[in-house]
């Protein structure tokens, strides 16, 4: 897609979503949590109160534009620069998708803010809907998520239960697992059992791949993330080391590696899998923005990661 956006991005390839075309409500990088292992970077504005980050009425411009433009997506994803239902208005998004195209809407939350009875009713709006439960109780919440002040784990633990009795789309948790905080039997015992009375439709196991806010925070071995996943049941299934397959080729720009690199920062051998490229082009790519001064490659552990400047 040509033509500069602000707030839409992707489409992302997905193995569960196709292409997701993400939207993003908030100025980077603004959360109710600082994770250790978030991939965005730290969060720079940590709040508890809701707000009208961004024009929700630009938000849904860029919208009608992108479609206008020709643009094809298999669903419209509400995610980005941190968590959207700190937006006041980010339930218009879910209703414009049903009101200008036939395409599922998701919404990508940490659940924080799921106490409220008002971000209930505009998440329910959404088709499919992802929470997060890493933690079992207030200390390892404090630990693993760092919250914003006022933000608790009790509050979390009521407003996602509340909503998944409210909530009739579908409906999957998140566990995200840190290596030497919630990797033991025991925790990920204690979790499951929260995560089982949310009756979820399926529970993503997910855990470190990309560079983390906290450069302590790591996965654990591969073998011990699918031990901890079948504590979770036949609903539960590993998705930090699914390999991607069977994505159609997208298109290939400096603006769309960009597009994804500001929110994922990504190795070479990611993106040529992302993107369905080969390899050796897209170091090329790669390689032509570094030297451009639009990317830097940083050495994380083993990898070379492509960040934006
Ligand atoms: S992982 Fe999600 S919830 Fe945690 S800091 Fe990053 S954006 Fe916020």
């Known amino acids: 897609m040509s033509g500069a956006y602000k707030y839409v991005f992707g489409p992302v390839p997905s193995r569960r979503l196709g292409r997701s075309l993400g939207v993003d409500l908030l100025p980077p990088k603004t959360c109710?949590?600082?994770?250790?292992?978030?991939?965005?970077?730290?969060?720079?504005?940590a709040v508890a109160e809701r707000g009208d980050f961004v024009p929700i009425a630009e938000v849904l411009d860029e919208l009608d534009r992108w479609f206008g433009a020709g643009g094809e997506a298999d669903h419209i994803t509400l995610a980005g620069s941190g968590e959207p239902t700190l937006h006041l208005h980010f339930g218009?998004?879910?209703?414009?998708?049903?009101?200008?195209?036939?395409?599922?809407?998701?919404?990508?939350?940490?659940?924080?803010?799921?106490?409220?009875?008002?971000?209930?009713?505009s998440a329910a709006l959404a088709d499919k809907v992802k929470v997060t439960l890493s933690a079992?109780?207030?200390?390892?919440?404090?630990?693993?998520?760092r919250p914003a002040r006022g933000i608790t784990f009790d509050q979390l633990i009521e407003g996602?239960?509340?909503f998944r009795q409210e909530f009739e789309g579908e409906l999957s948790v998140e566990v995200f697992i840190v290596d030497?905080?919630?990797?033991?039997?025991a925790h990920a015992k204690e979790i499951a059992e929260m995560v089982a009375l949310m009756n979820p439709d399926r529970i993503d196991i997910n855990t470190v791949v990309r560079p983390p806010t906290d450069q302590s925070a790591k996965a654990p071995p591969q073998d011990r993330l699918a031990e901890l996943a079948k504590i979770f049941g036949p609903?539960?299934?590993?998705t930090a080391s699914y390999k991607k397959q069977g994505f159609q080729t997208l298109e290939v720009?400096?603006?769309?590696?960009?597009?994804?690199?500001?929110?994922?920062?990504?190795?070479?051998?990611q993106l040529?899998?992302?993107?369905n490229y080969p390899e050796e082009h897209m170091l090329r790519a790669l390689s032509n923005m570094v030297a451009a001064g639009m990317l830097k490659a940083e050495q994380r552990g083993d990898e070379h990661y492509f960040f934006c400047r």
């Open 92 to 121: 218009n998004v879910f209703k414009w998708a049903r009101d200008n195209t036939d395409i599922p809407s998701v919404l990508l939350t940490n659940g924080t803010l799921l106490y409220l009875p008002e971000v209930r009713a």
């Open 235 to 238: 609903k539960a299934e590993v």
């Open 160 to 162: 996602e239960m509340k």
């Open 136 to 145: 079992w109780d207030e200390v390892s919440f404090q630990k693993i998520h």
């Open 272 to 275: 040529a899998e992302e993107f």
């Open 180 to 185: 030497g905080l919630n990797s033991q039997v």
């Open 32 to 45: 109710t949590m600082d994770c250790s292992y978030c991939q965005l970077g730290a969060t720079t504005h």
């Open 253 to 269: 720009s400096d603006e769309a590696l960009l597009n994804l690199i500001s929110r994922h920062p990504a190795t070479c051998k």
